[in-house]
């Protein structure tokens, strides 16, 4: 099992390990979600199984560890297939009825997940150095445009994705959400973002 490194252009400290789902000891990535599901319930979201589908087969993950082995950032990279279904695809269309989802018939695009980290100095530092890194691999792979999606109540994820060049997008303007997944009681709405490869190497360099 190996380890992929790029040069680092801000010399920090911080080394973001990066690893495919299928190269991943089964122990090593259940670690990593479990840390991932804590963020989240801290949060003060709930759990869906209307938003955990096995996304794996095409996911890289990428996190970072403190000394002792201590996980304090983490952030998924799920590249587009014909034959699959990123994240984005998985919500549901705010506001029409029936109910439809987003198919997002485009090759060499991912999904990105929004980065999980410690409420803490030292995650913070982490999770803008695990969002420059995944911005970094996306450009070495190539891909057009990446996808996402965000909580607008979360201010400070919105001020991350929005000063560092990402866009609301344009092509799947209307929210998402997945049934019974809620932040504080309330059910969640998210925002769905694209990033071009301009704003691809802004995050790399500039975040």
């Known amino acids: 099992m190996s380890n992929l490194t790029l040069p680092n252009p801000k010399q920090t400290e911080i080394t973001v390990q990066i690893m495919h789902c299928n190269d991943l000891q089964s122990g090593l990535l259940n670690k990593i979600k479990s840390f991932v599901n804590k963020i989240y319930s801290e949060a003060g979201y709930s759990t869906s199984e209307w938003k955990n589908h096995n996304f794996d087969p095409w996911s890289t993950w990428f996190w970072v560890e403190e000394q002792d082995g201590r996980i304090i950032a983490a952030m998924r990279l799920t590249e587009k297939r014909p034959n699959n279904f990123i994240p984005t695809e998985i919500g549901i269309v705010f506001g029409i009825n029936p109910k439809l989802r987003y198919a997002i018939a485009e090759s060499n695009v991912a999904d990105w997940g929004a980065v999980a980290f410690e409420l803490n100095r030292s995650g913070l530092v982490a999770a803008k150095e695990t969002f420059r890194t995944v911005a970094r691999i996306c450009l070495v792979r190539g891909y057009e445009r990446v996808y996402g999606f965000y909580n607008p109540a979360l201010k400070g994820i919105e001020k991350l994705y929005l000063s560092s060049g990402v866009e609301l997008s344009r092509h799947y303007s209307a929210p998402i959400y997945f049934p019974e997944f ?26």
């Open 182 to 207: 809620c932040l504080d009681g309330k059910e969640s709405l998210f925002n769905v973002i694209e990033c071009d490869k301009y704003c691809l190497h802004k995050i790399a360099s500039e975040l």
